[in-house]
């Protein structure tokens, strides 16, 4: 997406350079479709972090306390 945005900022600035306002226009009219895009995008990525964020809380709300003697399988230790 990165290069499409360049790409449409580079469209825009030649236009601006050759003074042609329908090329301002259309370049200006494709960097927006791209960056609402991008926009969309980002909204979408956003909410699948925020879904993540909430499995791995019900997740960790619900797990067994970690072991506090350092043990890596959370099994009590036995008593001597």
Do not use: H, Y
Not at 9 to 25: H, I, L, N, R
Not at 48 to 59: D, M, T
């Amino acid at each position: 997406m990165a290069s499409q945005t360049q790409a449409a900022q580079q469209a825009f600035q030649q236009a601006k350079s050759e003074a042609s306002e329908a090329g301002q226009q259309a370049a200006r009219a494709q960097l927006q479709q791209i960056q609402a895009a991008q926009a969309a995008k980002f909204q979408q990525i956003a909410a699948e972090v925020q879904a993540r964020i909430a499995a791995w809380e019900r997740l960790k709300a619900t797990s067994a306390p970690p072991a506090t003697d350092g043990s890596p399988d959370n099994k009590p230790v036995p008593q001597r």
